[in-house]
């Protein structure tokens, strides 16, 4: 069983993250998990914190000469604007976030913002100070989020599944529909997108929020390859794989609604249109690579690889809408937590114009988290040979449920 818990403030000194399940003998090191941090800190639009931060994750359990034990993981990431930083009154991180009692505590939080999880937060945990929840809802625990799925994703590549994620809009910037998007564009995009024309227009889109004050959502779309039929199952409605895969996903913060394959246009047409034929082998031609291979194709993936719950064997796709982020320069009207007298702006401190590209990357990681999770379900293996030789026994049945 894959699991994992996060800790940590966004301005307290660190970011804790614990993986558990990942079976022995692994090979797992800091730098393949600090490309997957780097990549999260990216993006035209993110704000002066990721010119302060390196996002080293530190591997202080589960890993003995570059392979894993079978034991927890944890990883460690400093805040580098704890020990340097100051608030947006001045008042240094380390005595605002300070773990005891401090003398400068820093002005308390009383300008709730629209959209953040500052208002009902305040009321649920009985807070005079909003930081005391701003801290944790911070997208900024995202960063524990992604090196928990970076281990995931080196777990999955043993069975040759990979994971990617790409921004297909920004502030009602649209790229064009495309089934196999390149990778190697959007790694180089500033804004994570595969098509040079549209990431030019984000640009501009995300620069002309910037000057207004404003902030910006938009659409991410998650790709995995290489995925065996039947992850998942029909059996349960918990243990439907799009179950999973829909509250990973809606998880991440700003995220407001997710779909799979086609999507929501599904709903206005008729069964003819959308379901995806599936192709005798006697069809296949060149396409049939062995027993080894999937036993029935499609002609689409209007499903996004998923049927009754479970894996079909085509590219998983799950995308999802991001709302503009709460924290903006020209707050909104609001009220003050100390009177409930009404105020003409919002709390605002150094935040990003959008993060949209961002979330990008740690919708790949809550995916992969969620694919190691079912993968280990079905193959189990204390150690990632036996793992190995589950998924080979399976794959081989593959070959007697061929269509004639």
């Excluded at 605002?348 to 999770?373: H, K, N, Q, Y």
Aim: hydrophobic share 35%; aromatic share 6%; glycine share 12%.
């Amino acid at each position: 069983m894959f699991r994992f818990l996060t800790a940590g403030e966004s301005h307290g000194p660190g970011l804790t993250v614990i993986v558990e399940g990942i079976p022995a003998g692994l090979n797992l090191n800091k730098e393949y998990l600090s490309r997957d941090m780097a990549r999260r800190m990216q993006g035209h639009g993110r704000g002066g914190r990721m010119k302060i931060e390196t996002d080293e994750p530190i591997i202080r359990s589960g890993v003995r000469h570059g392979l894993t034990m079978g034991s927890p993981i944890s990883i460690l990431i400093d805040n580098r604007d704890f020990a340097n930083g100051n608030g947006p009154d001045g008042t240094p991180w380390q005595q605002a976030m300070s773990i005891g009692p401090s003398e400068n505590p820093g002005a308390p939080i009383t300008h709730l913002r629209p959209g953040h999880a500052d208002t009902p937060g305040v009321v649920k945990y009985l807070q005079d100070d909003a930081r005391n929840i701003l801290e944790r809802s911070s997208a900024r625990e995202s960063a524990a989020r992604v090196a928990a799925g970076s281990i995931a994703k080196r777990f999955l590549e043993e069975f040759q599944i990979e994971i990617h994620g790409h921004v297909q809009a920004i502030g009602g910037v649209h790229a064009p529909s495309s089934n196999k998007p390149d990778w190697n564009t959007v790694e180089t995009s500033v804004v994570r997108c595969a098509d040079g024309e549209t990431s030019a227009r984000m640009v501009e889109a995300i620069d002309k929020a910037r000057d207004d004050g404003d902030s910006l959502g938009g659409i991410v779309e998650v790709v995995a390859t290489g995925l065996p039929i039947g992850l998942g199952s029909h059996i349960q409605w918990d243990r439907k794989l799009t179950t999973k895969l829909a509250g990973a996903v809606m998880s991440m913060n700003a995220v407001k609604g997710v779909e799979f394959g086609a999507g929501f246009p599904q709903a206005d047409l008729p069964g003819s249109s959308v379901h995806d034929v599936i192709k005798p082998v006697s069809e296949w031609g060149s396409e049939s690579k062995g027993p080894w291979e999937q036993p029935y194709q499609r002609n689409t993936n209007n499903s996004g690889g998923l049927e009754g719950g479970m894996t079909t064997g085509e590219p998983l796709v799950v995308r999802a809408a991001v709302k503009p982020i709460a924290t903006i320069i020209n707050g909104l009207p609001t009220v003050d937590l100390r009177d409930g007298q009404f105020v003409d702006r919002a709390h605002f401190e150094r935040s990003d114009i959008t993060f949209v590209p961002t979330c990008s990357v740690i919708a790949e990681a809550m995916v992969a988290i969620v694919l190691a999770e079912a993968m280990l379900e079905k193959f189990g293996g204390d150690h990632i040979s036996e793992t190995k030789r589950n998924l080979q026994t399976y794959r081989s049945s593959y070959a007697n449920t061929r269509l004639p």
